[in-house]
């Protein structure tokens, strides 16, 4: 069995994977009273030593050592997407809870596994995007939560790029199964939409691509061609519990867009929402009969915040309650973008068979200053 997690102590973590992302958790640990790193490891040695020799008290180490080490308590799963979901079940395997990079895996079914076993070991599952606890959505989820846009009706969610090639150096996994917009980028935007309007009970999608192959715009391959195997242009209609409508929509292939990144309409007004990558940027109310847009001020989530205070956040969930950055927001997302390329290819509605709890709202904090924060919503049985 796992130990427990809100214990008052720092909570011990140890990483695998020491690719580029780890720098952005490394900055906010450092931040975080709340969290202890101890350990990393990487499959290049090298890789997790360098960690480790520029971090006060961590150590290097294997993946099986760090698996096996008594004083972690957590694993952060930093590894490529496939890996996700084995690495994951390594740690629960062994006792630990873990958090990882989104996705929760590379499929439903695996991320399934992972749960389950979790649930059997008595151990917590944690999953980015933690973007949702920023001030940005968590301030839009407050607007509504108050009443502001009245009854809320229907969302849009626009993420728009001609192609991560153009910047990308080895832009190949993002044009596989696996790669495409709504796999790369969706989970940030249909976890803010499931915090903003909660769950969703079904979907219909189409999606398309343009070019069947792309040219590599920078680094040492530049002006190497590579095959398109994916849908690179996606759209999708979300049928939320609430009766709420969200359509999204998503391209590697549109040049760009004047469209917030998230808007939600109601019927006494519409929110424009900031990116659902960032934790922060202006929140917006267009009021029914207002002149102009309205800029709301601060009023909810974690402030200064960045990658790593979902695990914070998760330190201080209590027992047996689900963190807000948790396995079940992240399986649910996961399983609708499956089901929006689903749709799209069959040309059929396709019901949801997850739901999750809508996670509660984070009260406007200064995590990384230390001010004690709460947990998440109870888990029912």
């Known amino acids: 069995m796992g130990k427990p997690l809100n214990t008052g102590k720092p909570l011990k973590v140890g990483i695998i994977g020491c690719g580029a992302i780890i720098a952005q958790y490394l900055t906010n640990f450092r931040r975080l009273d709340a969290i202890e790193l101890v350990a990393v490891a990487d499959l290049d040695f090298a890789r997790a030593q360098a960690v480790a020799d520029s971090y006060e008290g961590v150590r290097a180490l294997s993946v099986d050592e760090l698996l096996a080490a008594d004083d972690v308590e957590l694993v952060l799963n930093l590894t490529i997407p496939a890996a996700h979901g084995p690495i994951a079940l390594q740690a629960i395997a062994a006792g630990k809870s873990v958090y990882g990079e989104k996705p929760l895996a590379a499929t439903t079914a695996e991320a399934r596994r992972v749960l389950d076993a979790a649930r059997e070991a008595g151990v917590v599952v944690g999953c980015a995007p933690d973007t949702v606890l920023g001030t940005g959505i968590q301030t839009a989820r ?61 979907v219909v999608g189409a999606a398309s691509h343009t070019r069947p ?37 998503m391209s590697f292939d549109a040049v760009k867009s004047k469209s917030a990144n998230i808007e939600v309409h109601g019927s006494l007004g519409t929110l424009a929402v900031p990116d659902p990558n960032h934790f922060d940027g202006d929140v917006e109310l267009f009021a029914l009969g207002a002149d102009t847009w309205q ?76 001010v004690p924060v709460g947990g998440g919503q109870e888990i029912s049985s």
Request: charged fraction near 15%; proline fraction near 9%.
């Open 142 to 202: 407050k607007a509504i939560d108050d009443g502001l846009i009245g009854s809320p009706i229907s969302a849009t969610a626009t993420m728009v790029t001609p192609g991560h090639e153009r910047w990308h150096p080895n832009p190949d996994f993002y044009y596989q199964p696996g790669g495409g917009p709504l796999l790369d980028m969706g989970p940030y935007y249909v976890s803010a939409l499931v915090t903003l309007l909660g769950p969703v009970v079904s």
């Open 213 to 249: 192959e792309r040219v590599i715009g920078s680094g040492p391959r530049e002006g190497e061609v590579i095959p398109v195997g994916i849908d690179s242009h996606v759209t999708g209609v979300l049928v939320h519990a609430s009766g709420a409508l969200s359509t999204l929509f």
């Open 295 to 370: 800029t709301l001020p601060v009023s909810a989530g974690y402030l200064d915040s960045g990658r790593g205070f979902g695990i914070a956040d998760l330190a201080a969930t209590p027992a047996g309650s689900e963190p807000r950055a948790g396995g079940q927001l992240a399986f649910h997302a996961l399983e609708v973008m499956e089901s929006v390329l689903a749709s799209a290819h069959s040309g059929a509605a396709v019901a949801i068979t997850s739901t999750v709890a809508r996670p509660e709202p984070v009260e406007l904090a200064a995590l990384a200053a230390g």
